[in-house]
């Protein structure tokens, strides 16, 4: 018997996540019988939709989460011991060990030159995000300015730096100075700490020809002054809106309309799982820019299953940069 530990929502989220909302239990998996296998976390990504789709979650559900994990014992041919498997995004979520059969399980498909950790960075959901999110959706061209925010996380490097690749000029937003240190190790043409700046007259001296394409992590308050700097056709990703999360009434915000008709703005949201069917091409991309060294994404690697917690709190503090994950 093996008993698996996981975290169960105690209580659905009022503003910021607290310690009591999320609890550890513990549960004792059953025998595999034939054709399962059990398997053990190894990796768990950690992203600010858990909080974003806390929502849909009742009370005594698992939390939310993707994970890479190995498979300690099989009566499976197809899964001998030591594979490494993949959960969905929203799948089997903060479970030290899992049975197959309790959810969805995929062999992994990994290239062995690339970290197994960046099955959920830059080859995962936060790369297929940054890669179609920005490149499909804003269609790049050469010498465009580009404006992006949340830009020391895991989407947004990403995205900053598939700008350059496309021969944008890149201005990029984080909270802290080292993180717009950072920025500028990664490429960046500009790079800021919006905790200290004042928005507007920073976009009229980085910005002065106007934003083509705004990829927008944030929302709130801090879109409301970037899309007023948006040119004639420009573009708007809009990727994420982490300002609102933890919000118990979102930001009443001046109303966009006639920016959006007088100059022609395109702005579309959406979810990378839409692109599902193309990630091959993603994935493609994305390995060929990371081996040849035109791109990285660094980690923020928190040890140990027990501190999930305090992992996802930090994605609210900006104590990552790079993509969050917990190592078991
Ligand atoms: N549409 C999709 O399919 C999709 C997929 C993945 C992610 N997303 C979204 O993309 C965004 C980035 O996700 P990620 O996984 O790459 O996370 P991340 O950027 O690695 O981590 C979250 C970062 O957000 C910033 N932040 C936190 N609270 C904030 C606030 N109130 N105002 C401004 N910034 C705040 C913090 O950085 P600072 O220190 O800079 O504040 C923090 O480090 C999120 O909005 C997420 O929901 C969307």
Redesign the pocket.
Known sequence: MVKAKRFILAKQFDGFPKDSDIQLVEVELPEIKDGEFLCEAVYLSV???MR?FSFSLKEGDVMYGQQVAKVIQTKNADYPVGTYVITEVIGLGWRSHFVSSEGVVTKLDHPEEIPLSQAMGVLG??GM?AYF?FVDICQPKEGETVVV????????SLVGQIAKIKGCRVVG????DD?VKYLKSLGFDEAFN?KTIDLDETLKKAAPNGVDIYFD??G?K?SSIVRNHVNKYGRISQ?????QYNLKEPDMLPCFDSVMVFKEIKCQG????SFSDRYPEGKKFMAEWYLKGKLKLDEHITEGFENMKKAFFE??T???T???LVKV
């Open positions: 992203d600010p939709y974003a959901m936060v995000t999110g925010n949340g830009a020391a996380g895991a989407v947004g937003f984080a909270g802290s993180k919006y992590n944030v709130g801090f990727c994420g809106f982490i300002s959406f979810l990378a799982e994605l609210f900006g104590a990552n790079g993509k969050a």
